[in-house]
């Protein structure tokens, strides 16, 4: 190929110039760059000179005195205005243009596609569909769906500068900044001072959630992307950085040892839980904004996808954030997280350390019109919606202390030895919990708190739908089966209960009972769990014990294995991030495929942090599920990637044909 050399260095009528078709920052038609007279293009990047600005609109905003390229070469501008045009309609796409005038000579040097804000996508995408250039569904496929966490959390300002103390997984994005804290309570009460907190510990626990609500957001020393406080922050919308090992973290002194500087309860730190960074001091930040080009992108996967998304919602307040985001209902609300509250915790500690089924049923009697009304203002603000609710799965132990300054403390409010409790304390102990006492094989040997649980949900679904007049119809769902009998066992305590609400209430009661995959032998032995008129009316995928059973990897331990694994290339992406297509998703397909031989209205999601990962959802649609479920402000993430996995798997079936 032969090319003209072209200057822009050759007098006062040569210039040189970049320029966007759109502005990147946020969208808007209207041209975007600047030019030098009489320089090479080296001039207007090297910052030797000041640019001037293209427009006149532009000169007027930034109040420069020198000229704009509009008034100086109008002729040029005019031709400029008419080739930027025609190649984003050629290309149709926004542009990255670089040109130089040469004695007043026009000449284009390069273009490509550029680059953009996320809510500059939107509103481009948008626009250029609105113009004809794209079509709906491509306007869609031109967004990531992951970048839309910059919308729906707070980011650090790209300009500011960061001094970083340590690095750990990106397990929750957004950005925040607050004081150290070490202890949930201190948190707590710090938050009703008006104070900003960031929690810092070495892991969370059950324990911690009230310190959890009350941060800013949360940093952990140890776990994974699918650990406790992982889980537990994302649903919550808090950002969080976890498996930090670099931090040295001293409980009881009060101190966080980071990059050979010492920090002290007190201490401003921000955290990035979208790069996974621990920053020193209080760093600038970016506050989100949604515009109506969201709305708009949101409305157009929605009547593309064909998947269902729900939320993982524990709380009124975590629902009415899922409706916000568009959720279609709650694919798992976790029960557990209902007893930790400060009014209820003690009557669970109670059920725990009675030492019979009388004694355990005094103290169920105390925590039912609890989960009742937890239940009852789900319902409510659901309206017609599903509502998962998963039975009771953590091991007992969580719910225990296990300091001796806080088992004195229950012991005397329980009116039982400190002795006693430490013994009980002793004989829950288990060396693998996520594998021990816990999920269905608790509520097998202790049926009454399965029986109260379903007392609470359908005596609140009587009251909700006499509230409301709408139908309110439960999916109950019983977890960590392996066996047919296990769910056999479960499902007819449920029932029992369920007519023994109806002949107390008058009320025929609509609900589904189903199970919860998280064992391979529950994928392997799905069409067994499934079939028949008393067999599981619906599968939730646990992914994130599923991929712990499947591969053997603890989620909790976890981050040393995945960053070599990952170094070797044995992992391509984090398995508890996205979906181990090859192993665990072989699970989940074949426990579809076998389920739904035995049962083809048997409804089946996922309900694990895959729901929220575009790569994961894509898997989901192919693999013929019918909704996903994740944290509610991982919901716009998920519409969006549901919709462009319809449309990928759409235009594969054309290019077939």
């Known amino acids: 190929n032969i090319q003209a050399m072209v200057f822009g260095n050759m007098g006062p009528t040569s210039a040189t110039g970049v320029a966007f078709t759109r502005n990147p920052s946020t969208g808007a038609k209207q041209l975007y760059g600047e030019f030098l007279v009489n320089a090479q293009g080296e001039d207007v990047v090297a910052g030797i000179r000041t640019p001037q600005p293209l427009t006149e609109a532009a000169r007027k905003e930034a109040g420069e005195t020198a000229p704009s390229l509009e008034t100086l070469m109008p002729e040029t501008f005019g031709e400029l205005t008419r080739i930027f045009d025609l190649l984003e309609r050629h290309y149709r796409d926004m542009q ?5 005038v040469q004695e007043g000579t026009l000449w284009m040097l390069q273009t490509r596609a550029g680059k953009r804000t996320t809510a500059a996508a939107f509103r481009i995408a948008v626009e250029l569909a609105e113009e004809g250039i794209l079509s709906r569904e491509e306007a869609l496929m031109r967004i990531e769906p992951g970048a839309l966490d910059q919308l729906l959390h707070p980011t650090i300002d790209p300009d500011a500068e960061k001094r970083i103390i340590a690095t750990g997984l990106p397990a929750s994005p957004g950005a925040a900044a607050g004081e150290i804290v070490f202890d949930s309570d201190e948190a707590e009460a710090l938050k ?8 810092v510990r070495i892991e969370t626990s059950p324990e911690d959630i009230h310190g959890m609500h009350a941060a800013a957001g949360i940093v952990t020393a140890r776990g994974g992307m699918t650990s406790h406080a992982a889980v537990v922050a994302r649903g919550m919308g808090r950002p969080c950085v976890c498996g930090a090992s670099a931090l040295k973290i001293d409980m009881a002194a009060g101190t966080l040892m980071a990059n050979g500087r010492t920090f002290r309860k007190g201490d401003l730190i921000t955290i990035d839980g979208t790069a996974g960074e621990i920053i020193v001091g209080a760093v600038p930040m970016r506050q989100p904004e ?10 157009w996967a929605d009547g593309v996808r064909r998947l269902g998304v729900r939320a993982n919602a524990d709380t009124p307040r975590d629902a009415e954030a899922a409706l916000s985001f568009g959720a279609e209902g709650i694919g798992l609300c976790r029960t557990e997280h209902m007893f930790f509250e ?11 350390c009675a030492t019979d089924e009388a004694g355990r049923r005094k103290a169920l009697a105390k925590i039912l019109p609890m989960q009742r009304a937890d239940f009852k203002q789900l319902f409510e603000i659901m309206g017609e919606r599903p509502v998962t609710i998963r039975l009771l799965d953590p091991p007992l132990h969580e719910f225990l202390p296990h300091e001796d300054r806080e088992i004195a403390a229950v012991a005397q409010a329980l009116g039982i030895s400190p002795a006693t409790l430490k013994a009980r304390v002793t004989e829950l102990h288990e060396f693998n919990p996520m594998l021990g006492f816990r999920g269905c094989r608790l509520a097998i040997r202790y049926p009454e708190i399965t029986e ?10 009587v009251a909700a739908s006499k509230r409301t007049g709408k139908s309110v119809t439960p999916e109950v769902m019983i977890p960590l089966v392996a066996y047919r009998t296990e769910y ?3 499902a007819r305590v449920i029932r029992e209960t369920a007519r023994a609400v109806e002949a107390e209430s008058g009320t025929k009661l609509s609900y589904l009972i189903g199970t919860m995959i998280e064992l391979p032998r529950a994928a392997l032995k799905a069409a067994e769990i499934a079939t028949g008129e008393d067999g599981a009316e619906f599968f939730s995928f646990g992914t994130n014990d599923l991929t712990q059973t499947c591969i053997g990897l603890s989620r909790d331990d976890a981050a040393p294995i995945l960053a070599s694994y990952e170094e070797k290339a044995i992992f391509e992406v984090d398995p508890f991030v996205s979906i181990d297509r090859d192993g665990v998703g072989e699970l989940v397909a074949i426990g579809t495929e076998r389920g739904r031989k035995v049962n083809p209205d048997l409804k089946i999601g996922i309900c694990g942090e895959h729901g929220g990962d575009p790569r994961s959802v894509a898997f989901c649609h192919e693999t013929g599920l019918d909704y996903v479920s ?28």
């Open 96 to 100: 990255d243009i670089e040109f130089t």
């Open 192 to 199: 009703a001072q008006g104070r900003s907190i960031i929690l």
């Open 290 to 299: 949604l515009s109506g080009d969201f709305a708009t992108i949101m409305s």
């Open 342 to 352: 400060e009014d209820r915790i003690l009557a669970m500690r109670e059920m725990i």
């Open 452 to 461: 109260m649980q379903a007392r609470a949900i359908f005596e609140a679904a």
């Open 488 to 490: 056999d066992l479960l």
């Open 630 to 657: 994740c944290s509610p402000f991982r919901v716009p993430v998920a519409r969006l990637a549901a919709a462009q996995a319809a449309i990928s798997s759409n235009a594969a079936a054309r290019d077939k044909d």
